[in-house]
């Protein structure tokens, strides 16, 4: 199994764990958009409580490779969801199931067939 397959089936298991809902094919595609850096510790988890990375999040991921155009307070509530979504206390929210989440949010899934 490879690298890339170990980390896939890692967050189908949290998917479930977390009930997430998430489709094991949308994990993979979001998983293999995110290329090396799900290699990275720091890079791999999305982090809450870092208003820095959340802007990231929010100009990288929605805006740049989402293409949304909402303001940024709706943008924000999203992500707010989908923090509390992924659980307050869970300091493993996975970069791969948190996109997928504000993906499937948007109905932005198409970014990724």
Do not use: W
Not at 43 to 65: G, I, M
Not at 83 to 89: D, L, V
């Amino acid at each position: 199994m490879s690298q890339q397959s170990e980390k896939i089936a890692h967050y189908v298991a949290a998917n479930e764990k977390l009930g997430l809902g998430l489709s094991e094919a949308l994990i993979e595609k979001v998983t293999k958009g995110l290329g090396p850096s799900i290699y990275k510790q720091d890079a791999e988890t999305v982090s809450c409580s870092d208003s820095s990375e959340l802007e990231r999040v929010r100009e990288n991921f929605l805006k740049k490779k989402l293409g949304l155009s909402q303001s940024d307070e709706a943008l924000n509530a999203a992500i707010e969801k989908v923090c509390a979504k992924m659980g307050t206390s869970n300091p493993k929210k996975y970069r791969a199931l948190f996109y997928a989440l504000l993906a499937e949010a948007f109905d932005k899934t198409s970014v990724y067939a």
